[in-house]
C-alpha cells in the first residue's frame, strides 16, 4: 500500500491550516503533499488541475458565506477524491447531512489532536473506491444488459406478430432467444458474485481438497466445446494427487473461467496446455493458449470490471462475454491470499498462472 498521499485541505482559517498541517507531520505512518485552500475558489482551482492526483479532500464545514454542504455538493458532481468534513463539537446532525450528500466520513475538529488520521484517509479511500466500482457496475450493467434483452423483445414479438412461419425459422430464433437469454442471466449471476464479494457476504467454504481432481473435473467440462472447436485440452501433470486447503466451489469457479476463456480465445486446430507445479510455500497452476494473445497495452485492463469493453481480442467462434469474470477471478485468488500472474504475446498466445498459498 502506497502511504504517500495528497491531501487537499479547505479551511478559511490559516491558523486551522496550520494547525492541520502539524497533526499530519506528527503521523508515523504518513508521507503527504500538503495542498491548501482558503475559500470555495481556490478548491475548485485545485480540483480543476488535471496535472493534480489528489488521494483525499479535508473541508472544513464552515466557509464564511457558503456552507461546506453546498461545497461539498459541488466537488461531487465530480467525485476526483473522497472527501472528509471537519465539523465543530456537537454538530453530529450536519455531520448526518455531509455523510447523506457524499461525504466518506467527518471528524469534529477538537478531536483530530487523538484520532488515527492515516487510518482515517485509508478508509474514506477505500470506502470511495468501492462507490466508484458499484456506480460505475450499475451505469455499464445497463448499457450491457439493454443489447441482449431488446434482442430477445425483438425475436419474441416476431413470433407473436407472425402467423406463418418455417419450422426451421421457428427453432432457429428460439435458439437466439435462449441464447440472448442465458447471456443476460450470466451477467446478472456475475454482477451478483462482485456484489457479494465486495460486501464480504461470501465467505470462503475452506478444506482439505484434491487440486488435481478438481482441474480434472473442469477440463473433462470444456472437452465437448473444446471439441467443436478442434482445440485439444492437455493437462501435464506428475502428481497423482495434491492436497491442499481452499475452497473448492469457488477455485472451480475460476478454473472454469479460465479454462473457458482459453478455448473461447484460441484458433481452431491449437491446444490449451494445463500445468500444476508445487513450490515449497505455493502451488502454481498455468493454463496456457497458442491463441490470439493479448496486446501489451491492454493487459492493465484485464481485470477490471467490463474489461471487454476496453480489450480487442475477441472470442474465435462468435462466443459471448461480459468482461466480468476475470475481475471475480481476482477477487475470489485474492481472498485465498493468492495472485494471478499473465503474460502474454499478442498473435501467438496467452498464460495465466494461479498462485495459491499452502496455507
Known sequence: MNNHKTILFCDDDSIDIKLFKKYLAAQKNLQFTFLEASNPNELYKLLSDRTLKIDVIFLDYYLGLESGLDVLKTIRKDNKAPVIVLTGSGDEEIAVD?????????????????VDIPKIIQQAIDKW???RERNQL????AHELRSPVGVILSYTDILKTTDAMEDDE????????????????????ELLDIT??????IVLKKRNTDLISLIKKKV???????????????????YEGLEIVLDPDRIEEVLANFIDNAVKYSQQNTQVEISVLEKEDAIEIKIKDHGQGIKGNELKYLFELFSSRKISTLPTGEESRTGLGLAICKKVIDAHNGEILVTSEFGKGTIFTIVLPKK
Open 138 to 141: 450499475l451505469g455499464i450493467a
Open 170 to 189: 421457428r427453432n432457429e430464433i428460439y435458439e437466439i432467444i435462449y441464447e440472448r437469454s442465458h447471456h443476460v442471466l450470466n451477467i446478472i449471476n
Open 196 to 201: 457479494r464479494i465486495d460486501q464480504g457476504i
Open 220 to 238: 473433462k467440462d470444456h472437452q465437448l466445446l473444446s471439441e467443436k472447436k478442434k482445440i485439444n485440452i492437455i493437462f501435464n501433470i506428475n
Open 129 to 131: 473506491i468501492i462507490e
Open 98 to 114: 455531509c455523510m447523506k450528500e457524499g461525504a466518506m466520513d467527518y471528524i469534529p475538529k477538537e478531536a483530530l489532536p487523538d
